[in-house]
């Protein structure tokens, strides 16, 4: 992941599988529990409250990092 824009993240970002796979589902108007829905399809064997708890992390840290923009 690159900063695109004027932000105070101005490097690269080297995310894992399900980092990506969040950052992909924040390309459209989504909401967290959205992710997790997604997240639990594709991770059948995976416990809501653990994938609800990872979703939020990351989000949290792509928001301290001005990554994201809302």
Partial sequence: MIS???????????????????????KSDTTESAIVDKMLLEYSNAERTVVEHDVSNIIAKLRSIDAIVE
């Fill in 4 to 26: 695109t824009t004027d932000t105070k993240f101005n490097g690269i970002v080297k995310n894992n599988y399900t980092a990506a796979f969040i950052v992909e589902c924040l």
